[in-house]
Structure formats: structure tokens, C-alpha cells
């Protein structure tokens, strides 16, 4: 019984590793997957972009503020809006 449990759990593994083989393979070896990584390369920049503020400077991604329209502001800039 636990010889048949072994085979299915390292079935799944062969599988899993077979598919991460061939997901590496696609990211790094086709014109396919340099299109991928620069798509991220740009939301990776595009990210830290939206963390740095003009006035106050960069701020970690978890300190800004998410109005209700979906745009983030910087925590102080936020601050002085509603002090206004
Ligand atoms: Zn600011």
C-alpha cells in the first residue's frame, strides 16, 4: 500500500519538476521569454517608480497611501492634502 502512495507522491514530483524545467527553459532560451522578462523588468521599474515622491523621496512600497480612486500617495503629501 505505502509502495503505491511513494510512486503516485513521486509521479506528481516528476511532473512538477517537468514543468518547472520547461517553464526555466522557456524563460531563458526563447524570444518568448525575454519578452516576459523585460514586461517585468518594466513593472519592476514602473513600481518603484510610483514609491519615490517628488517632495518627500523614496518611501517603502507599504508606507504609501492607496486613495479611493486606486492612486497612491505618499503618506505626508496625503497628510498636508487633508490639512489643507
Ligand atoms: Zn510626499
Known amino acids: 500500500m ?3 502512495i511513494i510512486e503516485g507522491v513521486l509521479f506528481v514530483a516528476l511532473i512538477a ?3 518547472a524545467l520547461l517553464y526555466w527553459l522557456i524563460l531563458y532560451f ?3 521569454g525575454v519578452r516576459l522578462r523585460q514586461t517585468s523588468n518594466r513593472k519592476r521599474i514602473e513600481r ?3 514609491t519615490v ?3 518627500h523621496g523614496p518611501l517603502a512600497e507599504d508606507q504609501l ?3 479611493a480612486s486606486g492612486e497612491q500617495v505618499c503618506p505626508d503629501c ?3 492634502i487633508l490639512n489643507a
Open 17 to 19: 519538476a517537468g514543468g
Open 65 to 67: 497611501v492607496r486613495l
Open 2 to 4: 505505502s509502495v503505491i
Open 53 to 55: 515622491c517628488s517632495v
Open 48 to 50: 518603484a517608480a510610483e
Open 78 to 80: 496625503y497628510k498636508e
Open 30 to 32: 526563447t524570444p518568448m
